[in-house]
């Protein structure tokens, strides 16, 4: 039992510690990269936004468009949005991808 219970935990407490890291990762990664257009809380209200007419990352019209969706936004750009594959890590744009689900009006 404790043989197997041991790495179990070990994993288990590795995927708790690393997620809010992770988040936290994330949420400066889009302040610095993305909050110029975006706005910190993502609603797109800076001179950038303005002027681009940025819809806000938390509106519906965003949220229901699929991770996968956002993603290919965020790597390929779109319009005026600059194209970020190869400039940040696949795993850094699917953290972005999770921090814009956190500006869905509750
Ligand atoms: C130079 C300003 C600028 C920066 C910097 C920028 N964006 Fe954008 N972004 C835009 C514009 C403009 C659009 C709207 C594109 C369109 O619909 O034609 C957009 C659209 C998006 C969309 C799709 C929203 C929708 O209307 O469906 C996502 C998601 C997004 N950006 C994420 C990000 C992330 C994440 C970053 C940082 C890594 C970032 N953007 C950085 C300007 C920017």
Known sequence: MSRTIGP???????????????????AATFKTKCAMCHGADGAGQTAMGKKLAIRALGSAEVQKQTDAELIAIISKGKGKMPAYGGKISDSEIAGLTAHIRTFAKK
């Open 8 to 26: 179990v935990l070990g994993v288990l407490s590795i995927l708790i510690l690393a997620s809010p890291a992770a988040a936290a990762d994330a």
